[in-house]
């Protein structure tokens, strides 16, 4: 009844009847929250057995948004996960079908097992979510076998990838040596780094990439559990400055603004609002560098949370979009040396941090990174690029002119 509940709310906040959409650079999702309020907004009307189900299930983890004060929220950022939901399939599914050899397909009755994989719903037909992207998936069907599979215009489209790949390698390979000098041991299984792939940039294959560079990394085997670990071969001080410090040599008022560290004190203490920030800044600057030695530092020290909060804010600066999924954060906690408290140290610096989604998976953005619109101020090269993929995504086969015109100017 809930998830009848849910698609009914869904309905009412769509205008009836729905005309047909036209081709827009990205599709406007309908708010995963604004669809938990429209669905509690009907406990009232439900028997009491009934509303028991749908509010048990608004409440946990899954739905529970991670900012229950609804003023906090920034509609705009959450609209940017409620985006990366609508095209979860587009984004798995051409990075698994690119991984396979040519003529990059799968049959169909494989890839209705692979939904985790594929990124389409456990339960659902992985041919109605390949149909919604006519441009760029395909069903063929090769000796009576029907197959999942790229077009030859997605196919171009990949190409063009790996050229932004090649050109980007340089700054990549930098983001990754400051990633390793962030590090408690300058050293990273090569399995975290392809599983952070999307969010910091690299190409698919850059776990093969990293040989061609003797100089910045090193590849060793793990004597404890075998893994392929990517060690820092030279320290680089150039390197070891943080875009907060970078920040702060431009526009020392903002960053100030920007982190507050604050000391509790009793009500009884007569302090006024000027005296308060004044004893605040005390505290909270200077900071501390997120490349010095965190070991070094007594835990549960305010030198120690700041510490621990430079790593993640250096660490989201370092990926294209300028945020990450916690369980991206949570990846690398060992060799960044975060503690189960790090939550709580993340939401006090409502300044520098948003954190968008549900409590059983959030994100973490800069807001500095993001206008007030939720646009990227600067993108890198391949954030266009999936701007783009993301537009053909919406288009249908009525609008594969324009899409045809933009392929033949890439094979040029």
């Known amino acids: ?8 709310t869904r309905a009412l906040l769509l205008p009836f009847p729905a ?48 900012e ?53 719903p456990r339960g659902r037909k992985v041919a109605r979510s390949a149909a919604r992207h006519p441009l760029l998936f395909h069903l063929p069907v ?8 790229l077009t030859p215009f997605m196919r171009s489209l990949l190409e063009e990838e ?25 050293r990273v299984p090569l399995a975290k780094l392809h599983h952070c792939r999307a969010v910091l940039g690299l190409p698919d294959d850059f776990r093969d990439r990293v040989r061609d560079f003797p100089n910045d990394f090193r590849v060793v085997v793990d004597p404890a559990d075998g893994r392929h670990v990517l060690e820092l071969v030279r320290w680089d001080p150039a390197l070891a400055v943080s875009a907060l410090e ?17 000391v509790p004190h009793r009500r009884l203490m007569p302090l006024d609002a000027e005296d308060a920030d004044r004893l605040d800044a005390a505290t909270t600057f200077p900071l501390v560098s997120p490349y010095t030695n965190g070991a070094l530092l007594k835990p ?45 140290s993340l939401k006090k610096q409502n300044r520098a941090f948003y954190l968008a989604g549900t409590e059983m998976n959030w994100a973490l953005f800069l807001r500095d990174a993001y206008d007030e619109n939720g646009i990227l101020k600067e993108k890198d090269p391949l954030v266009l690029f999936n701007e783009k993929l993301q537009r053909y995504a919406c288009m249908t086969k009525m609008d594969s002119g324009e899409a045809m015109t933009d392929a033949s100017g890439l094979t040029e």
């Open 300 to 344: 549960w020290t305010p030198e120690a949370e700041k510490y621990r909060v430079g790593v993640v804010h250096e660490f989201l600066s370092l990926t294209v979009e300028k945020r990450a999924m916690i369980h991206h954060i949570v990846e690398f906690k060992e060799e960044f040396g975060l503690t189960r408290h790090m939550y709580e």
């Open 68 to 120: 229950p004060e609804a003023a906090r929220r920034v509609p705009e950022l959450d609209a940017v996960l409620d985006r990366d939901t609508a095209f979860r399939f587009l984004h798995r599914a051409r990075s698994f079908l690119a991984s396979l050899p040519p003529p990059h397909r799968i049959p169909l009755s494989e890839a209705g097992k692979l939904y985790r994989e594929l990124g389409f």
């Open 142 to 149: 090769v000796d009576s076998v029907p197959h999942l599979a």
């Open 246 to 262: 970078r920040d702060y040599v431009v526009d020392e008022r903002r960053v100030r603004r920007t982190f507050r560290f604050a």
């Open 162 to 186: 790996r050229r932004i790949h090649d050109t980007l390698l340089p700054s990549r390979v930098r983001a990754v040596r400051k990633l390793l000098m962030l590090t408690a041991h300058r």
């Open 19 to 66: 005309p047909a959409p036209a081709p827009a650079p990205a599709p406007a999702p309908i708010s995963s929250a604004a669809v938990a309020e429209a669905a509690a907004s009907l406990l009232p009307l439900l028997p009491c057995k009934r509303r028991k189900k749908l509010l048990k299930k608004l409440n946990s983890p899954r739905v529970a948004p991670i």
């Open 1 to 8: 009844m809930a998830r009848r509940l849910f698609c009914a």
